[in-house]
T-cell receptor, first 115, second 115 residues
Framework: GQQLNQSPQSMFIQEGEDVSMNCTSS?????WLWYKQDPGEGPVLLIA?????ELTSNGRLTAQFGITRKDSFLNISASIPSDVGIYFCAGQLRGYGGSQGNLIFGKGTKLSVKP | KAGVTQTPRYLIKTRGQQVTLSCSPI?????VSWYQQTPGQGLQFLFEYFSETQRNKGNFPGRFSGRQFSNSRSEMNVSTLELGDSALYLCASTKGTAKNYNEQFFGPGTRLTVL
């Protein structure tokens, strides 16, 4: 089936550092989404992107919809302890515009605090 | 505003049994999507219901089924349970009438363990 390659799989952060993660695919997407999931909870939407080239911010978070429509990145600036968690990218393939389901998810990037 | 409710939160079953999970979406939302989350496969789309009709279906065997009631509440059923069905089952609630993921909310999930 379709896959999203999300990297890195995990990373350690120190408070104040900037963080970057990205997702790539061989398929074209018409929507890119970024979520954060904390233990015992469902994913929470951070940023939604609907147009190629779109750059959107949500506080310290910035995400972009790649021009080729096959990739997206998420940046977190000046990280704080509560940023720890698992971040997922998700996309909806071109052709599913009439639906809000059928999302394809990356495997996640786990952010942890540097010991 | 009440969030998405999933019941039960935890469930233990044995192989061969069947199970029914429930999802109550946010009031006014007419679309419910179901996802299976496992450590190995990540989040995978099961199906989406809108106004009591299945709008999309993921690549799962026929043992997985669902339905939606007139009040938008949704149930999913898994028959003849297998060990590999152990997972966190998440439902997502949206209005379903426009492609606006900012109105999409996930429930906390049902943790199913198959012994």
């Amino acid at each position: 089936g379709q896959q999203l390659n999300q990297s890195p799989q995990s990373m350690f952060i120190q408070e104040g550092e900037d963080v970057s993660m990205n997702c790539t695919s061989s398929s074209i997407f018409n929507t890119w989404l970024w979520y954060k999931q904390d233990p015992g909870e469902g994913p929470v939407l951070l940023i939604a992107l609907y147009k190629a080239g779109e750059l959107t911010s949500n506080g310290r978070l910035t995400a972009q919809f790649g021009i080729t429509r096959k990739d997206s990145f998420l940046n977190i600036s000046a990280s704080i302890p509560s940023d720890v968690g698992i971040y997922f990218c998700a996309g909806q393939l071109r052709g599913y515009g009439g639906s809000q389901g059928n999302l394809i998810f990356g495997k996640g990037t786990k952010l942890s605090v540097k010991p | 505003k009440a969030g998405v409710t999933q019941t039960p939160r935890y469930l233990i079953k044995t192989r061969g049994q069947q199970v029914t999970l429930s999802c109550s979406p946010i009031s006014g939302h007419r679309s419910v999507s179901w996802y299976q989350q496992t450590p190995g496969q990540g989040l995978q789309f099961l199906f989406e219901y809108f106004s009591e009709t299945q709008r999309n279906k993921g690549n799962f065997p026929g043992r997985f089924s669902g339905r939606q009631f007139s009040n938008s509440r949704s149930e999913m059923n898994v028959s003849t349970l297998e060990l590999g069905d152990s997972a966190l089952y998440l439902c997502a609630s949206t209005k379903g009438t426009a492609k606006n993921y900012n109105e999409q909310f996930f429930g906390p999930g049902t943790r199913l363990t198959v012994l």
